[in-house]
């Protein structure tokens, strides 16, 4: 079992950063891939940002060369730095970890607003 806990959106103007921070605790010598989903309102929630155990990460169109994600060297916290923010990043973020079973653990989500 795997528990999320999720800190640093708010609100921010467009042209700024963010600091998303999501920490795995439980059965951490499980986990597999730990990343970033997304959901705006009236939308389908997409994966924005994930990296792998082995540190291959993957990154939406949309946010490339504007996101990173990373994780620390004990592999259970794992960070989204945005930069360049604009208003259609505005949405509910999201963590999640799969495990090796593999099984899916998501946090509760945090805000993101970006004013234009």
């Known amino acids: 079992q795997v528990q999320l806990g999720e800190s640093g959106g708010g609100l921010v103007q467009a042209g700024g950063s963010l600091r998303l921070s999501c920490a795995a605790s439980g059965t951490s010598f499980r986990i597999n891939v730990m990343g970033w989903y997304r959901q705006a309102p009236g939308k389908q929630r997409e994966l924005v940002a994930q990296?792998?155990?082995?540190?291959?990460?993957t990154y939406a169109d949309s946010v490339k060369g504007r996101f990173t994600t990373s994780r620390d060297n004990a592999k259970t916290v794992v960070y989204l730095q945005m930069n360049s923010l604009q208003p259609e990043d505005t949405a509910v973020y999201y963590c999640?970890?799969?495990?090796?079973?593999?099984?899916?653990?998501w946090g509760e989500g945090t805000q993101v607003t970006v004013s234009a």
């Open positions: 990296i792998t155990s082995g540190g291959t990460t």
């Open positions: 999640h970890v799969r495990d090796l079973s593999p099984r899916d653990y």
